[in-house]
Nanobody, 115 residues
């Protein structure tokens, strides 16, 4: 069983930055893929950034060049550095990971970007 807990969300003005963190209850070494999703009001959950099964990173077109995903296997954390935030980035951000055939989700953290 894996528990994922996000932190770092909040309210920020457009153009600002936030850093999200996802703390896992155990080792994340065997959790692949692992990444961030978001869900805005009235919209479907979408992938934002992820570490693929091969260890490469992948980003949604809408965040390329602004967001950076990183992971620290020693600290069992996954991070998302978000720069140049836009109002359309407003959403609940979820940490996701898969171990073998089981998907795990965090409870989500709210990110609100004001114009």
């Amino acid at each position: 069983q894996v528990q994922l807990v996000e932190s770092g969300g909040g309210l920020v003005q457009a153009g600002g930055s936030l850093r999200l963190s996802c703390a896992a209850s155990g080792s994340i070494f065997s959790i692949n893929p692992m990444g961030w999703f978001r869900q805005a009001p009235g919209k479907q959950r979408e992938g934002v950034a992820t570490f693929t099964n091969s260890g490469n990173t992948a980003y949604a077109d809408s965040v390329k060049g602004r967001f950076t995903i990183s992971r620290d296997n020693a600290k069992n954390t996954l991070n998302l550095q978000m720069n140049s935030l836009k109002p359309e980035d407003t959403a609940v951000y979820y940490c996701h990971g898969r171990r073998e055939t089981t998907d795990y989700w965090g409870q989500g953290t709210q990110v609100t970007v004001s114009s």
